[in-house]
């Protein structure tokens, strides 16, 4: 009886698998912009082209902000020559500005990554930045610059901290003050976890079973071996 039960638990340790480190996503309110302000976007920019001065669903705004069909689908490349996701993006215009406070907190020993859309506006230069706002740190989203006319993606990452335990987390897009003459274009909102190393509890007990196992079985065998 010994013998077949030290076998099953033998067995079900070779199942146990490695701890996951698997991302969660966190929701983002409006991740594409593709949710419209109650009056829609009345003002025209060309052939199929139509934008909004203004509030934007989800997010809080400042300045000169708005969302932005450019106009792709219907042939026009005056703005841009691809789309990221969707027909619709958020623009900023200089002193703009607008964050979004997520519905999670920071725990400490997880990995918070951003991933955002960049675009490059073909009549206007490239004046986009973005970060994560974490107990008044910045940790600011890096990527490589899109080729006029299209998108690119940037990431910011951090990794919580005892201190920030529960602080909330704010995605952040700004203007960047440097280039006048510019213009920030957002799209493709996504905000993830990779959980701590430390595996869970009803993890961590099942190894500890397994260790158990295979010392009584190593016992076992040398207590067989000597009769």
């Known amino acids: 009886m010994l013998r077949i039960d030290i076998r099953l638990l033998l067995l079900a340790c070779g199942m146990v698998p490695v701890a996951p480190a698997l991302a969660d996503t966190i929701p983002v309110g409006n991740p594409s912009f593709e949710v419209l302000p109650p009056s829609g976007l009345p003002l025209e920019c060309g052939v199929g082209c139509f934008y909004s ?8 705004t400042s300045g000169d902000a708005g969302q932005f069909q450019p106009g792709v689908q219907a042939g026009n490349f005056a703005f841009f020559t691809s789309l990221s996701d969707g027909i619709t993006s958020a623009y900023l215009n200089p002193g703009a500005f607008m964050f979004q406070q997520i519905s999670a907190s920071v725990q400490a020993g997880v990995t918070y990554t951003l991933n955002l859309d960049f675009g490059w506006n073909n009549a206007t230069a490239f004046a986009s930045v973005a970060d ?16 006029q006319g299209n998108w690119s993606t940037f990431t910011a990452t951090y ?11 704010t995605i952040e897009l700004f203007f960047n003050g440097a280039i006048p003459n510019g213009q920030a274009n957002f799209d493709n909102i996504r905000l993830s976890t990779t959980p701590s190393a430390i595996p869970e509890p009803s993890f961590t007990g099942l190894l500890a079973l397994c260790s158990a196992g295979l010392v009584v079985s190593a016992r076992w065998r040398r207590h067989r071996s000597r009769i």
Do not use: C, H, K
């Open 53 to 60: 001065v203004g509030s934007i669903p989800s997010w809080t």
């Open 132 to 147: 994560l706002l974490v107990g008044g740190n910045r940790y600011l989203a890096t990527g490589v610059m899109p080729v």
């Open 159 to 169: 990794t919580g901290l005892p201190a920030d335990a529960g602080n909330p987390i």
